[in-house]
């Protein structure tokens, strides 16, 4: 008598083991918790009167200068109130959506547009400003592993898809 119960395959739709996959959806969705925290607490910062004693190290290191300076806003719209809302897609992404096909894409992509931001806030730090915010450096890394793991993700799904 056949039974009517189907095997679950060892790998998923992205190629990799479902162990492996799930671990690397699982390291997103906390690295976008990390990163929605750091932007707000950037976005409280841009929004504060006083001075925040944690992140002022010195001349090179002040994150108030960096979130109240005229760079920390796109047409009205805070800097790290768009992080926010970036990493929460990107953990909506990790969680709600991870069993489409499409989301490894989806993912990269996403993570790709907010790590070419991270980039260029970086560089106004750097070579505008010439003060360097902790936080938007703590953001930085975490988008940039995100991205990493999404490569890793989509690199796996592109090869079967």
């Known amino acids: 008598m056949p039974s009517a119960v189907k095997a679950i395959p060892a790998q998923s739709e ?16 906390i690295l976008a918790i990390a990163g929605i925290a750091v932007s707000a607490v950037s976005l409280q910062r841009h929004y504060a009167k006083s001075a925040s004693a944690f992140c002022d190290i010195g001349e090179k290191f002040n994150c108030d200068i960096v979130n109240r300076s005229e760079y920390s806003s796109i047409m009205g719209i805070p800097v790290a109130g768009i992080g926010v809302a970036g990493y929460g897609v990107l953990l909506a992404l990790a969680t709600i959506y991870r069993s489409r096909r499409e989301t ?8 790709g547009a907010g790590m070419a931001f991270a980039l ?3 560089y106004v730090e750097g070579s505008v400003l010439d003060t360097w915010c902790i936080l938007c450096l703590t953001s930085l ?5 995100i991205t990493i793991l999404a490569s890793i993700l989509q690199l796996r799904a592109g090869r079967i898809g």
């Open 14 to 29: 992205t190629g990799l083991p479902r162990n492996i996959e799930r671990s690397l959806f699982i390291a997103i969705a």
């Open 104 to 111: 490894a894409l989806r993912l990269l992509a996403a993570s």
């Open 141 to 145: 890394v975490l988008i940039t592993i």
């Open 120 to 122: 260029y806030l970086t």
